[in-house]
């Protein structure tokens, strides 16, 4: 089992770059995305995008969904915005990126 303050001081590691930064505040701002409209905003080579997507989707600070062969992604829940709101990123003071989680067929939350 992993060190919990290790894996902490990963998270932290990991927000502290500036294009991952940019890209929850993009997110936070606009709502749900496809790497296709990020990409222009951000100005970063598609496989740089990929590769910081993925590092803030195994933290679950955003989530993707796929439609087809477009991958859409999202803040992951208020929770993200809350804690970019207190660390001073203004970008977080956006409208609810995300959406509530429908009950599953069976009633139960997924």
């Known amino acids: 089992m992993a ?3 290790k ?16 890209i929850l ?3 936070a701002r606009e709502g749900r995305q496809c ?3 990020m990409l222009p905003e951000l ?3 598609q496989p740089t995008l990929s590769r910081h997507l993925a590092v803030l989707r195994d933290h679950g600070l955003i ?12 803040i992951a829940d ?4 809350a804690a970019m709101r207190a660390v001073g990123l203004p970008c977080a003071a956006a409208k609810r990126p995300f ?3 429908r009950p599953s067929k069976g009633g139960v939350d997924e």
Do not use: I, S
């Open 3 to 5: 060190d919990p303050l």
């Open 25 to 27: 505040c993009l997110l």
């Open 43 to 45: 100005e970063v080579p």
């Open 63 to 74: 989530e993707d969904e796929r439609e087809g062969t477009m991958v859409f992604y999202r």
């Open 35 to 37: 790497v296709c409209r």
């Open 7 to 22: 894996v902490q001081a990963r998270l932290f590691r990991d927000l502290g770059h500036p294009l991952r930064l940019r």
């Open 99 to 101: 959406r509530k989680r």
């Open 78 to 81: 208020e929770t993200v915005l």
